[in-house]
């Protein structure tokens, strides 16, 4: 990482990792977290250069629940394109790819939210979608009294209840150029 983008990406990581201790080397950890996220593997294959792998992936959980990653993103969408931010853009979301793990659902859903579909686990039609269950809501009928328009409204709405179900299940294979493109 360049002085550059460490200066941009400086503000927001946390400088202290508990009440007044700060964290030793934060530069070299970063970059560590990133050479990890742009690669496939595990922790325990850091490089020696980079510190104990033991060390970097506490700080990295540390400051995934602190809410790193979610102040990331949420500055890559707010920022021009010429910030300086935007050169590392492509590590923050490989790293948010990591931070989802830990995060579940709720940061998928920002994710969704903020547009950001690079820093998405996998293509979007195979991760849970949070507004199905809005959807659902509306597709349930409200129960009055039995006539005949009301049972063709709730006819009308089991089919569109089963449209969505449809729609949210996917695709029940996954191309294999797919596969290989979200590896």
């Known amino acids: ?104 659902l709720g940061f998928i859903v920002l994710i969704r939210r903020l547009g950001l579909r690079s820093a998405l686990n996998g293509p979007p039609w195979l991760l849970p979608d949070p507004e199905f269950a809005e959807k659902l809501v509306h597709a349930i009928p409200e129960l009055d009294a039995p006539t005949q328009a009301g049972f063709r409204r709730f006819c009308w709405r089991l089919r569109m209840l089963l449209r969505l179900h449809r729609v949210a299940m996917g695709r029940s294979r996954i191309p294999r150029c797919l596969r290989l493109a979200w590896a």
Do not use: N
């Open 1 to 104: 990482m360049s002085d550059e983008e460490w200066l941009a990406l400086a503000p927001y990581v946390l400088r202290r990792s508990g009440p007044g201790r700060p964290i030793p080397e934060l530069r070299q950890r970063m970059d560590a977290i990133f050479h990890l996220a742009c690669s496939a593997e595990p922790w325990r294959a850091l490089p020696p250069a980079f510190g104990k792998p033991d060390t970097v992936s506490r700080c990295f959980r540390r400051l995934t629940h602190a809410g790193l990653w979610q102040r990331l993103l949420r500055a890559l969408v707010d920022l021009s394109e010429t910030h300086t931010l935007r050169a590392i853009e492509a590590w923050i979301t490989r790293a948010c790819r990591r931070a989802a793990r830990i995060l579940g």
